[in-house]
């Protein structure tokens, strides 16, 4: 049931609503620049703490729960929460100006990773088993029974991203994996989408419910933005942080983690240009098809997209001024989406004034703002490769659908161009795949993989998918924890950690590792996988 | 060759020497309290960039050696070691006081430990490939081809132990574990064993010379300790951190790494009481047995080991009592053994004087001193359970062969007394494995593997075995990343990073994720692993 406009709306503490003692927030439509949808209380520090403590209680019940258990209730969650679907379209299409398709689109990705973990759940390979049974009789020393699993960190503080408020907020991804791992989760809901926000948790609290577990295994917080934040980060029954948002929210939570006199690990996904290398092999193509490709990935959803390709690499000559020409004319005809907040768009709006402000730095074209508040015209600005090399302010993001053309004179000035790019979430080379195959390809191609967690060849950085082999993520600023992902199955892997039992008699074996192997889990033996089930 | 007395040496930059211009050092040998051996000359931190740019060309080259030629590295590293092996054990008696008996075990280790990478490099499974070939008809969105592997960090910092000077120094886990990843190494030398350290030093460097590596791949520095680490961890070609050592020293780096412009990962493994928990039950078997096994897990290595059980938790009344008394009987005739620096004795000294000053604090019994400088008398203090839960200090590791015995009225108090520990590297339970195997049993081993990294049932927590399923590990203070372990094969996961590979065309994917497998790697197929080779 939608959250009533008249009505004023709570924090879900384990599943019961709490009136928050700080204040109320209300959404705001940014297509009308006008509050929309009910008033909801914000919680005070102290509150949280509720929260907390209840996440703590949960754990100790939640992370034994058999994978038939875990992973029925992760359906459940999908379930409650499709069957909520119109409403929640309805509801997030008032609070981001996302439009309908996207956000219908965003709704069946949400499930699906749902569904997704529910089956990793139930394969169990997460459970990172190793046995190397007893050798009593090897020489010069006996060796242990030894049997090894990983298990869930604790209590989860997840902080969603505006930019997708089903896929990444409240029962998005970070939320989805580490469910899956066994730990409670505690979101910070994200005041732009408060209301979708609270449909999404309830449905979620409510299969919590539907499956007799611990209400604390799901809450959902509201509260003013930093200070609950950076309170929830050091609260000390809070193991691990994921976080989608700035840069600087990224590294302040960061900050506080490591602070804390327990530090905790924080996975937060931050900043990326997402830079795009179009050879000049690239140019005797369908140079139409070229620039079609990349206004459709820079426009969509208002260019408030993570992977985004905020810079693009044209050669200099006849055949890039004429891909720059026909990016032009596409853009020109395009109209600004509007953007998800009143501040992002300012954001968007003063970044790009301080880009056009550069020396060096010109404007190539703009398309038209959009007929409602808060949705600027597109706009593409180019520069020479020696003022993008001199000038560090290049390379930082700007959230919303700008880009930056760097003319480059010759193939061999890219993988220099290239080394000073920092981390990265996508990097994408436009090649042709049947000459574009010598030493100067693979030298660029190293140096990007040492700077991004994805690299793609002739297609476009929007639209991550979903599964088992996708990297989102990539070396600091693009996360801040390179060695993991956040979207796909291997996303379980950030909440968990490894531990070993030495000589457990059978009886006091845990489940993953006991002889009989009761969860039927794929497990490695002596360092070696079995033959597939 | 023994680094001569007469000389003066140097550290090794891509396996030359180099003066350092920041003074000079001397071992000592602690049995005698007096300087031994020759001088090193120590770096200044300008100098030690020299290593780290060298570390960071040797990358670009060494992150893409093939399976076989990384692993015929690693072996040739270690049977030059071996061949040295002789000289290596003399030279680390005097410079550490460690038995001859104990140093030979633990030349074996590190040697075997080079030769288990070597073999996990062959096998390949720690590229971590997951491919999901393209589906251009999947609905409602083609899936595109997905190759998914790890990359190595980069240049990694090793920090040597002074307890370990083999196994976890120059040539030891974090070396080898780096090294199998791909990463090249700065090896901060141990200035409590540097001829030792030089020893292998060379041994390695000659490895990485026989088989044409560059000689970045392997550096060893000697400087001064804090400054010239903090240096280390703050250079920003340096991408991961291995250190072993105190808590102090391992949360200093931990916080310099935290505030680089770029933060990298650091593995501290740190500090741990590994608490044993003897069961009522226990007391009705072997009593006997029971003392050997505790005084000498305790006394080992002078209580120099990582995993030396300092907490000692026995039932009151008379079985109580007679276990404490053998315990007692079996101390008062132990020698003490030389410690590895008169720092380190006169540390454990002072923290003996500390936890003997506290109120509710008795001793039990104590051994001889030994013969030589630095061989201060076991010794066994004890207390109740009241004092030492209102007591945090008596859960602070003493570094050396002194234990406090916790006396418990019941069974019952188990599980808060182990609620309040720290994180641990162990934890151990003594108990009648017949009987043992009810609720309360499991409730204690649930909150002690929430707290530990290894669990073990009637051993002794020293002596870890080396393998696929070890986890030397645990949550901080044992360490600073309880994610991992720094012991067994999976502590080359430590060095790794994910990268996806979409779309990219045949001729140009990496080895690892090629269609045609070159490597003959176990790779996963659309989230499923392929049968056993």
């Not at 690990?265 to 931050?270: F, H, I, K, S």
């Not at 690239?282 to 992977?307: E, H, I, K, P, Y």
């Not at 020696?386 to 000038?391: I, M, R, S, V, Y």
């Not at 560090?392 to 480059?408: I, T």
Request: hydrophobic letters at 40%; a negative charge.
């Amino acid at each position: 049931m939608t959250p009533s406009t008249g009505q004023t709306h709570h924090s879900l503490i384990a599943g019961d609503p709490v009136p928050g003692t700080d204040g109320t927030v209300r959404a705001v439509d940014p297509a009308l620049d006008a509050p929309t949808g009910p008033e909801f209380t914000l919680l005070d520090a102290e509150q949280l703490a509720c929260a907390t403590r209840a996440a703590e209680e949960a754990f100790a019940v939640y992370r034994k729960t058999s994978p038939e258990a875990r992973a029925a209730f992760l359906e459940t969650a999908a379930g409650n929460i499709a069957q909520e679907g119109e409403e929640i379209v309805a509801t997030a299409m008032r609070e981001t100006g996302l439009p309908e398709a996207r956000l219908r689109g965003e709704l069946a990705r949400t499930t699906n990773q749902l569904r997704m973990f529910a089956d990793l759940v139930r394969a169990g390979d997460h459970h990172g088993v190793r046995i190397e049974p007893a050798l009593p009789d090897r020489a010069p020393l006996p060796r242990p029974d030894l049997r090894r699993r990983t298990l869930p960190l604790g209590p989860v503080a997840v902080f969603g991203a505006s930019n997708f408020p089903l896929a990444f907020s409240v029962a998005g991804g970070d939320t989805a994996s580490a469910l899956a791992a066994g730990c409670p989760v505690v979101f910070k809901a994200h005041n732009a989408h408060p209301a979708t926000g609270l449909l999404v948790g309830r449905a979620l609290s409510r299969a919590v419910a539907e499956h007799g577990l611990p209400g604390g295994v799901f809450s959902l917080v509201f509260g003013r933005g930093t200070a609950v934040g950076q309170r929830l980060v050091a609260d000390p029954r809070i193991r691990a942080v994921g976080f989608t948002g700035s840069r600087g929210g990224g590294t302040a939570l960061t900050a506080t983690a490591a602070a804390r006199e327990v530090p905790i690990p924080v996975y937060a996904e931050m900043s990326s240009v997402n830079p795009v290398f179009v050879l000049p092999s690239a140019l005797s193509g369908d140079r139409d098809a070229l620039a079609d490709g990349f206004v459709a990935s820079l426009n969509g959803s208002a260019g408030q997209l993570c992977t985004a390709p905020g810079l693009l690499l044209v050669p200099e000559g006849e055949e890039g001024d004429d891909l720059v020409s026909r990016i032009r004319d596409r853009l020109t005809a395009a109209t600004g989406q509007t953007m998800l907040t009143p501040g992002i768009c300012a954001s968007r709006l003063e970044h790009e004034k301080r880009l056009a402000g550069i020396a060096g730095v010109r404007e190539v074209g703009r398309g038209r703002s959009g007929e409602g508040e808060n949705a600027p015209a597109p706009a593409v600005y180019t520069t020479d490769a020696a003022t993008f090399t001199g000038t560090p302010e290049l390379s930082e993001e700007v959230f919303g659908a700008v880009c930056l053309v760097v003319r480059y004179g010759s193939a061999d000035q890219l993988p220099s161009l290239a080394e000073g790019l920092e981390g990265q979430l996508t990097a994408t080379l436009r090649l042709d795949a049947e000459t574009d195959t010598g030493e100067d390809v693979r030298e660029l191609l190293d140096t990007l993989e040492l700077r991004a967690g994805r690299i793609l060849v002739n297609g476009w950085p929007t639209g991550v998918d979903v599964g088992d082999a996708m990297v989102h993520g990539g070396p600091f600023p693009a996360t801040s924890d390179g060695r993991s992902t956040s979207v796909g199955t291997a996303a379980v892997e950030r909440f968990l950690r490894p531990v070993v039992y030495q000589n457990v008699p059978a009886a006091l074996q845990p489940a993953p590792v006991r002889v009989d192997n009761p969860w039927n889990l794929i497990r490695r033996v002596d360092g070696a996988l079995p033959a597939a089930g």
